[in-house]
């Protein structure tokens, strides 16, 4: 270009060591990154078009105030896209265009580093006038020769690690009270940032994220943890009464059992009977069945005998008839009647005294048998011990153990009295201690803060609790909605307050139902407030308009505002999709690029810790209008209005030492009454014990002396019975009379029989032979169909008695039937229950008498509190419940501790060595200047990373001690040269191109200056440091210089106009200027 002008001059009035000269080393090379040429055009003072080529290692930029220098910093920043924030000048881009000119441009070349192509970084800033008439101005960028975006040039700044934000890098003139002023946090963070890649200063904030996560855990976790010991406290309170409870449901589970095992007897009775029945029957069967044996052997004869008849009848028939035979048929018949009848005499004799002898036998062999039975039962009688009669004994033992049992039951209630006033106490010194610590609690500050502004705030959340606790709602409620948000960072508490506005007092419901209770309630308390309704899953997306806070990094957006709440899915449901939009606004940690970001994004509205601006749609205009409001400081969730009530927690303490003392004392009264109580427990057990004792010694005495008795008379009465019967062979001789006379009778019928035969014999010779056998066959006959007949009589008895047993077998089943229905019904057996069962006595008695006492233990059993064992199982189960919380968030927390652990090692022996180097370095620096000086690295308490702090400490004086740094203790020229010390001691840490200082020497005193400048010198000299710019209007004379100094001597503004002849300016020429110099010195 015709019009550039190059300025790059060393002073010749400086002192050079021998072998330097004013321009730089043959050998410097400029590091990846640093300034190896700047252009700048029509910017800010500087007219036309200015070259500037700095050295690789220190550059002086001198000059008049007024020549340029802050203009060449800002040029560096502005044209690097830095924001025009950090100047602390302008922040408009016109206001960087000269007065006059329409345009302005910036061109900067970064060295690529030894091989590499160098990256040529251009801004252009011109004029735009719009149809309306107002004009703006806008920029546009080049990298290379090619057209770009901001972004891209972001990128390539933020790989050379080149961070205009950070004061320990870029310390412009109107900032560097800004540095003095940090304090030590802030310090910490700005050498982090310039350290390397700042990747100690991306572990730092991820220690204090985790940190902050971890302490909210802590809160949590304690939280669960009182709830828990409150709940044990609670049920250990309860655990007396629950374990009567428990013992009066034993005993009625074991009369029940005895009540089933009675009914289940029952049926077994009856089974007993039934099997009683049916042997009964088996027995008549075989009776039966034996007759019917007996008969079948009798029908063989009976056919024989009548064949023989029929034949001899057929042979008759066949005979002719004689006359004298018919006149002897009436004599024949009579003899026959009469012998049939003598027949049947004798064979009914002979039966009875056939059976006679049987029958004698098997009666004695019963009697024999009954009587053997009977010796042995006397003498198991006899031998049985003198019944014991312990009923004096029981009614004393029953006596003693009523007594017992009274004294227990008083000494138990004044015991239940005691506990009662010491269930009271701990529960009234949980309530304080829960008053307490709700006191020094956020939550409980931000809901004072928050009832100061809403009366009736803190009964309605108290209510929404207790409905919550007792499970009166349908589904998840909250509210007030501010009292659940947390914030990842609080710095941007401001931003969330603004952005949620009233919404942190209303409330929150997930289906009709609860969201117009709650409304009912709030009206009836007064409160005007509103409830909102979410009736889609709490899973749901939040509604992100511009998408997720990571595609817009390149505008340095550190998050969303959804990004830093945290809260439950519900609340986070209704703070997103309300008003606030929170997915929607972003967070930025400066404002350096709201313009570019707001303009070339459909973000409409962001937040940065201090503003919060906004895009306004325009009704009549195309271009869209901003507004920006200054955030005020958070009232709610962090800030003011969150102090706890010093007054009312003194008064809570004094509450809790009284109610502390009062328990102590209740519980050193129940420890005194337990040992008493403990002994009549043991005496009411050894009463009880002995009580049974005596009673079963008696009972089971009693039984077997009955048991043994009964059976004695029993088989004495059968026997008797068995003894009074007569003798059958007593009636043998009158049988066997009857028998011998019936047979002489016979003979003598028979005789006259064969006399009429005998008469008949000569004429009917051969039909008299036929019809007396034929007689005899008939009359045998008739005898053995007499015996039939009897046999059948006796037959249809038999089976009489069968039929009658076998409905005594029937009724029985059925009784069994009926009874096993009905236990079957009323004791319904399983596994279990039979185990049960089959524990207990299977005597009635014992039964009766078992039941008669859990009776009476049961009705002693007194329980004041109904529901004790209900609420001590509901308090279990919550128990049980919380305790897996609280061994979850003791994991996390563990988890989350060991990440942090984790972290802090990698973290902090990097950064302790890092200080370490600075402060060996400075203290170095500062002992060459005749002073103390030390950095120290301030852990507080160790595990609070946000309070860890660079400490810079310095003695200027013999006379004074070591002083932290501070803007108001040392004077402008000490924390100039603490500042520049400073920031020489990271050059042996720090990885970054350049390091631009403006002024840093004003307020110096010579002194200090040229020791400063000497140090300036030694530190930026050194081979692989970075390149440095000292702005100064002015250095000391004599200084020393060598060929790693480039001095860049400015002269702009009206030293530049010319002659006024139209003609242009003659160039610089350097030679001429030092000899002229040169020659003025002389003279003078």
């Known amino acids: 270009m015709e019009d550039d002008e190059v300025v790059e001059e060393p002073s010749s009035k400086r002192q050079r060591r021998a072998g330097d000269g004013g321009a730089p080393a043959a050998g410097a090379v400029h590091q990846r990154g640093g300034i190896k040429l700047v252009k700048l055009h029509n910017f800010m003072t500087y007219s036309g078009t200015v070259v500037i080529k700095p050295g690789a290692k220190l550059n002086l930029v001198l000059g008049p105030n007024g020549t340029g220098k802050s203009s060449l910093v800002c040029a560096l920043c502005i044209g690097l896209g830095g924001s025009?924030?950090?100047?602390g000048r302008a922040d408009n881009l016109k206001d960087f265009v000269q007065?006059?000119?329409?345009?302005?441009?910036?061109?900067?070349?970064?060295?690529?580093?030894?091989?590499?192509?160098?990256?040529?970084?251009?801004?252009?800033?011109?004029?735009?006038r719009r149809e309306d008439g107002a004009s703006g101005y806008s920029s546009k960028w080049r990298l290379n020769g090619r057209d770009v975006n901001q972004s891209e040039v972001h990128d390539l700044i933020s790989s050379l690690n080149i961070q205009f934000d950070n004061l320990c890098q870029f310390l412009p003139q109107d900032r560097v009270v800004e540095f003095a002023r940090m304090d030590a946090y802030e310090l910490l963070q700005a050498t982090q940032k310039a350290i390397g890649d700042a990747h100690l200063h991306e572990q730092h904030q991820r220690l204090i994220a985790k940190r902050d996560d971890a302490k909210t855990r802590g809160v949590s976790l304690g939280a669960l943890q009182r709830q828990l010991s409150k709940l044990e406290a609670e049920n250990k309170a309860l655990e007396r009464d629950a374990e009567r409870h428990r013992r009066r449901q034993k005993l009625q589970r074991e009369l029940q059992d005895i009540c089933k095992?009675?009914?289940w007897l029952s049926v077994d009775v009856k089974e007993a009977q039934l099997a009683e029945d049916q042997e009964a029957l088996d027995l008549a069967k075989g009776l039966l069945q034996k007759h019917l044996d007996e008969a079948a052997d009798d029908a063989a004869p009976l056919k024989g005998a009548r064949e023989r008849s029929k034949k001899v009848a057929q042979k008759l028939q066949r005979l002719p008839s004689h006359p004298t035979a018919a006149s002897l048929a009436a004599r024949r018949r009579d003899l026959a009647s009469k012998l049939k009848a003598i027949e049947d005499e004798i064979s009914g004799a002979a039966d009875e005294i056939g059976g006679l002898e049987e029958m004698r036998s098997k009666r004695l062999a019963e009697v024999a048998k009954m009587e053997r039975d009977l010796a042995d039962k006397r003498r198991a009688f006899e031998a049985l011990p003198p019944p014991v009669d312990n009923r004096a004994a029981i009614d004393a033992a029953a006596a003693n153990g009523a007594a017992l049992m009274q004294q227990v039951n008083e000494a138990e209630s004044d015991v239940r009295g005691l506990q009662d006033r010491q269930t009271q106490l701990r529960n009234e010194?949980?309530?304080i201690k829960q008053r307490l610590a709700n006191l020094d609690s956020v939550k409980h500050r931000r809901l004072g803060a928050m009832e100061a502004k809403n009366p009736g705030l803190r009964q309605m959340h108290e209510w929404l609790e207790a409905e919550k606790q007792r499970g009166s709602f349908a589904g998840p409620v909250h509210g007030p909605i501010g009292l659940e948000v947390v914030l990842s960072d609080q710095r941007y508490a401001g931003a969330v307050e603004a952005a949620c506005k009233g919404l942190l007092f209303d409330f929150a419901a997930t289906c009709r139902a609860d969201e117009e209770r709650i409304t009912e309630e709030l009206k009836r308390r007064g409160v005007y407030v509103r409830t909102h309704i979410f009736e889609k899953p709490l899973d749901t997306p939040y509604p992100a308009l511009s998408g997720p806070a990571s595609q817009y990094r390149r505008f340095g957006v550190q998050a969303s505002l959804a990004d830093v709440v945290r809260a439950p899915p519900l609340v986070m449901q209704v703070l997103t999709n309300g008003g606030p939009a929170l997915a929607s606004s972003f967070l930025l940690e400066d404002d350096g690029h709201i313009d570019e970001l707001l303009d070339s994004t459909s973000i409409r509205t962001v937040y940065t810790t201090a503003h919060e601006y906004r895009v306004i749609k325009a009704s009549y205009a195309k271009d869209n209008g901003r507004q920006s409001f200054?955030?005020?400081p958070p009232s709610f969730l962090g800030g003011a209005g969150l102090t706890g009530n010093a007054e009312e927690k003194r008064q809570l303490e004094g509450?809790?030492?009284?109610?502390?003392?009062?328990l102590a004392e209740t519980e050193e009264q129940l420890r005194q009454k337990e040992p008493a109580q403990q002994q009549l427990r043991e005496k009411v057990a050894a009463a009880q014990s002995r009580f049974n004792e005596l009673l079963a010694e008696q009972q089971d005495s009693a039984k077997r002396r009955t048991s043994l008795n009964t059976l004695v008379l029993t088989i004495e009465n059968h026997l008797k019975a068995k003894r009074a019967l007569p003798n059958p062979l007593d009636s043998k001789p009158q049988l066997e009379a009857q028998r011998a006379a019936a047979t002489d009778r016979h003979f003598s019928v028979l005789s006259d029989l064969l006399a009429l035969a005998h008469t008949q014999w000569e004429g009917v010779r051969e039909r008299g032979v036929l019809e007396l056998s034929l007689r005899e066959a008939e009359m045998q006959v008739r005898a053995l169909e007499s015996a039939t007949s009897e046999r059948k009589d006796k037959e249809a008895k038999l089976r009489e008695q069968v039929g009658k047993v076998q409905r005594m077998v029937t009724a029985s089943k059925q009784a069994v039937e009926r009874a096993r229905r009905q236990a079957e019904a009323e004791a319904p057996l399983d596994n279990a229950l039979q185990a049960r069962l089959a524990a207990l006595p299977n005597d009635g008695d014992q039964l009766r008498?078992?039941?008669?006492?859990?009776e009476a233990e049961v009705a002693g059993i007194v329980c004041n509190n109904p529901r004790a064992l209900e609420e001590f199982q509901e308090r279990q189960r919550a128990i049980a419940e919380l305790s897996r919380d609280v061994a979850e968030e003791e994991r996390a927390l563990a988890d989350l501790n060991a990440e942090i652990d984790i972290l802090r090692d990698a973290w902090l022996p990097e950064l302790l060595r890092v200080v370490g180097t600075i402060n060996t370095a400075f203290g170095a620096a500062f002992r060459d200047i005749g002073c103390v000086g030390e950095v120290a690295l301030d852990q507080g308490n160790g595990e609070d990373y946000d309070k860890f702090a660079v400490q810079i400490r310095v003695k200027f004086r013999e006379s004074e001690d070591l002083q932290p740094l501070t803007g108001t203790r040392q004077s402008g020229g000490e924390r100039s040269v603490a500042t520049i010390l400073y920031l020489l001691a990271l050059q042996g840490v720090t990885v970054t191109p350049f390091r631009v200082v403006d002024e840093i020497n004003q307020g110096m005193d010579p002194i200090n200056e040229r020791k400063v400048f000497g140090q300036l010198v030694a530190a930026s000299c050194k081979e692989g440091t970075p390149q440095c710019f000292l702005l100064t209007p002015k250095l000391l004379p004599d200084l020393e210089y060598g060929h790693d100094i480039t001095v860049l001597q400015l002269v702009n503004g009206g030293l530049e106009e010319g002659d006024g002849s139209g003609r242009a300016p003659q160039a610089w020429d350097l030679a001429d200027l030092l000899g002229?110099?040169?020659?003025?010195a002389a003279r003078g």
């Open 849 to 854: 008498a078992r039941r008669s006492e859990l």
């Open 630 to 632: 200054k955030l005020w």
């Open 1076 to 1080: 002229t110099r040169a020659m003025v």
């Open 84 to 87: 025009t924030k950090l100047l």
């Open 99 to 128: 007065r006059g000119c329409d345009e302005a441009w910036t061109e900067i070349t970064l060295s690529g580093g030894p091989g590499q192509r160098d990256n040529v970084v251009r801004r252009d800033i011109k004029q735009v």
């Open 429 to 431: 010194l949980s309530r």
């Open 261 to 263: 095992k009675e009914i």
């Open 655 to 662: 509450q809790q030492r009284r109610v502390e003392s009062d």
